[in-house]
């Protein structure tokens, strides 16, 4: 494990880099971690275990990144921060024993969100080949409250916090990252919003949903879009699952956990292999 603070074009980053052990001076696959949170809580504590036992498993590099917290700085701080330290990778990777040409990104909800705009990012700064693939944890990808209340999954679970996120919760954090419940035109905040055109030549995605998820539905919708646009996507549904099971503190070991993250790195090994 090693913390940092690198500067890059949007000023000092925070990052922490979690190996497999004995690999310091191995150069490995890296993958840019955003934690989920709203975009408001999360920090690297309460994601080691994860963190930690992915790097295992998958035999990768992970950077995890300290982007900075809405309300007190909102978008696009959060996203540039986060593709500064993807694009420093690519240019300095092998400075850390991090392969700058087999970068993936990572996160899980409001972290999703942003491991899928910084593709999008990318693709729209001329670098389209910067990163291999996207993996996304239930993630937070519509930008509309308007849009999200027609929505099965949000009728379903999304008046209480019982299942892990509530619709007050969603519409408090997006509304603290953007300024806004309403950000349709916008794909790097919502990317379900982005056109066919826009998603064309994206990274293959792994889209990983929990079962009983005010955020299903929307995911859902996010993968079909992925596949009309001709970018590989692989979406599972992960049944007995509420939203936020990759970063729960109990129970932990679950068969759904143990499983994703056999899913998670069997889908990197089969990129970078």
């Known amino acids: 494990?090693?913390?940092?603070?690198?500067?890059?074009?949007?000023?000092?980053?925070?990052?922490?880099?979690?190996?497999?052990?004995?690999?310091?001076?191995?150069?490995?696959?890296?993958?840019?971690?955003?934690?989920?949170?709203?975009?408001?809580?999360?920090?690297?504590?309460?994601?080691?275990?994860?963190?930690?036992?992915?790097?295992?498993?998958?035999?990768?590099?992970?950077?995890?990144?300290?982007?900075?917290?809405?309300?007190?700085?909102?978008y696009p701080t959060a996203l540039h921060q986060s593709y500064a330290v993807t694009q420093w990778l690519h240019n300095h990777g092998n400075s850390i024993h991090v392969n700058p040409d087999q970068l993936a990104t990572c996160g899980d909800s409001a972290g999703g969100n942003m491991a899928s705009a910084i593709c999008l990012l990318a693709k729209e700064r001329g670098f389209p080949n910067l990163i291999k693939t996207q993996i996304l944890l239930y993630p937070t990808i519509s930008g509309s409250h308007e849009e999200r209340l027609g929505l099965t999954s949000i009728q379903r679970f999304g008046s209480t916090a019982d299942f892990g996120?509530?619709?007050?919760?969603?519409?408090?954090?997006?509304?603290?990252?953007?300024?806004?419940?309403?950000?349709?035109?916008?794909?790097?905040?919502?990317?379900?919003?982005?056109?066919?055109?826009?998603?064309?030549?994206?990274p293959p995605c792994l889209l990983i949903m929990a079962d009983s998820d005010a955020l299903r539905s929307e995911n859902e919708l996010f993968a079909t879009k992925l596949m009309q646009a001709d970018v590989e996507t692989i979406a599972i549904r992960m049944y007995g699952t509420t939203h936020g099971f990759m970063q729960m503190t109990v129970p932990f070991d679950t068969p759904q956990y143990m499983k994703t993250l056999s899913l998670m790195a069997a889908h990197l090994n089969d990129t970078f292999s």
């Open 1 to 74: 494990m090693k913390e940092g603070v690198d500067e890059m074009d949007e000023g000092q980053v925070e990052i922490r880099m979690v190996r497999p052990p004995g690999t310091e001076n191995v150069t490995l696959p890296g993958v840019v971690f955003l934690h989920g949170g709203g975009w408001v809580f999360g920090n690297k504590e309460t994601y080691l275990k994860t963190l930690a036992d992915f790097a295992v498993r998958a035999h990768v590099a992970i950077i995890y990144v300290e982007y900075s917290k809405s309300p007190e700085v909102k």
């Open 165 to 202: 996120l509530s619709l007050e919760q969603i519409d408090t954090a997006l509304y603290s990252y953007s300024g806004s419940l309403e950000n349709k035109t916008d794909p790097l905040i919502a990317p379900l919003n982005a056109t066919t055109t826009t998603l064309e030549g994206l």
